[in-house]
């Protein structure tokens, strides 16, 4: 049995860079699937979909809102062809019901230990219309290696860059913050991965440079203590969304070869100007993730927050746009204040004002947004900040004796995600 797995393009936003990482979701789903089924991937940010290549099954995985549309309209064509269309992933779990117009069947909730019987279904002509799992979570020392080898590495190279592997340690988060659907996605609970599981994916991974994509490794402090030890020895460098702020921590983490993190920078505060000073006193780089738009934002705050984020000196900032995406508190919020201007999901991009914001106009907030990407990158070049990132990488892997030749372009860098990573 041969399935096509398909991962739909997205709108690229004027901010993001002309790469791609290599997704996640897509190769850890097809190490959730038997080996002796054929899969074919085919990631539609690199490469043209083909209608016309022979599969039993297509199956498209979707991890934005603003992938939806595009995945509805594969689905409709392959659907027009006779082709049988089952949809995953996280956006499929946000906009269920939406999907479930454009597919033969969707399964919503984490594939592994359940995707076998979606086959012999399928094979037995008794596709079912749902398979609901949501909140109904497999054991973690189920999850496999990921099959990484559907992809085709060469379309993740830019400019002679190796890209960066992604990789998760643990699923679910406990807190519960306003613009994310983590939550009812996940229902707060922490679930780590076996550490040796996590180990031996890690080392069989060539790529020196990893993506550790957990929503937050700051969970569990004996966890994540562990995790850091336990990674160390395998002189990886890595990146992260964020660790635990606590000094023993952040130094195990950067004895681990940890890089650089995101850092949610939500206010001018002392506490978030000496978290980042921790960080990098311990040589980890910072990249902000900065959303504009809350209640509390007017064009005035936007730019002292801008002048905050100049003085602590962060490596990189990534400016978003408040989105109230499904399933969010915000969501809930912003429809009981009639304040939602449309559910047009293909610009649901976090690069454009889709709300009626608190204290600036629509027009104010998106002319901020743009502002402060000019504003912060105005005096620092965008290419010597990431420049200087790569360097340091490039300085501990040379240190440690894992620096590969040809692991970089030549003089050039880039960002390479929207969420991303600069090589
Ligand atoms: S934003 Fe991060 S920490 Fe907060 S709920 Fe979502 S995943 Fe968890």
């Not at 809102?65 to 082709?83: F, H, L, S, V």
């Not at 099959?147 to 060469?154: D, K, P, Q, V």
């Not at 609970?189 to 040796?196: A, E, H, S, V």
């Not at 490039?394 to 991303?420: C, F, M, N, V």
Request: hydrophobic fraction near 40%; charged fraction near 30%.
């Amino acid at each position: 049995m041969k399935i096509k797995l398909v991962y739909p393009r997205w709108p690229k936003l004027k901010n993001q860079p002309e790469f791609n990482l290599p997704p996640h979701g897509p190769v850890v789903f097809a190490a959730a699937v038997s080996d002796d089924v054929e899969i074919s991937f085919c990631d539609e940010n690199v490469e043209q979909l083909d209608f016309n290549e022979d599969a039993d099954l297509i199956a498209i995985s979707v991890m934005l809102t603003c992938q939806m549309p595009r995945a509805w309209e594969i689905a409709d064509e392959y659907r027009a062809c006779g082709k049988k269309v089952i949809f995953g992933g996280i956006a499929t779990m946000l906009h269920a019901y939406e999907t479930a117009l454009h597919a033969d069947s969707v399964f919503l909730g984490e594939a592994e230990g359940r995707f076998n019987t979606v086959i012999n279904d399928f094979k037995n002509g008794t596709l079912k219309k749902l398979y609901d799992f949501h909140l109904d979570f497999p054991e973690t020392s189920l999850i496999g290696t990921a099959r990484r080898s559907i992809l085709n590495r060469e379309l993740y190279n830019f400019r002679g860059v190796q890209m960066v592997d992604l990789i998760h340690a643990s699923r679910g988060c406990r807190f519960n913050c306003f613009p994310c659907c983590t939550p009812y996605l996940g229902g707060r609970k922490f679930r780590p991965r076996p550490i040796d599981a996590v180990i031996r994916e890690i080392e069989s991974i060539e790529n020196n440079r990893l993506f550790f994509v957990d929503n937050s490794l700051a969970q569990n402090d004996e966890w994540e203590k562990t995790l850091f030890k336990a990674i160390a020895p395998l002189k990886k460098k890595w990146i992260s969304h964020p660790i635990k702020d606590d000094d023993e921590i952040l130094d195990l983490a950067a004895e681990a070869g940890c890089w650089y993190v995101y850092q949610a920078i939500v206010d001018t505060s002392d506490h978030i100007r000496k978290r980042v000073k921790r960080l990098k006193d311990r040589g980890i780089g910072v990249e902000g993730t900065i959303i504009l738009g809350t209640d509390d934002h007017d064009e005035d705050y936007i730019k002292r927050l801008i002048d905050f984020l100049l003085e602590i000196d962060l490596d990189l900032a990534e400016f978003t746009i408040l989105t109230p995406f499904p399933h969010t508190p915000i969501r809930s919020q912003l429809e009981k204040e009639n304040r939602i201007l449309h559910n047009d999901w293909a610009r649901y991009t976090a690069g454009e004002v889709v709300f009626k914001p608190a204290k600036m106009s629509v027009d104010s907030l998106q002319k901020m947004y743009e502002y402060a990407w000019e504003a912060f990158y105005a005096g620092l070049c965008k290419e010597i900040q990431m420049a200087r990132l790569y360097i340091k990488v490039i300085e501990k892997e040379k240190r440690d004796g894992t620096y590969k030749k040809g692991s970089h372009a030549s003089g050039r860098t880039r960002k390479l995600s929207r969420s991303g990573v600069v090589i």
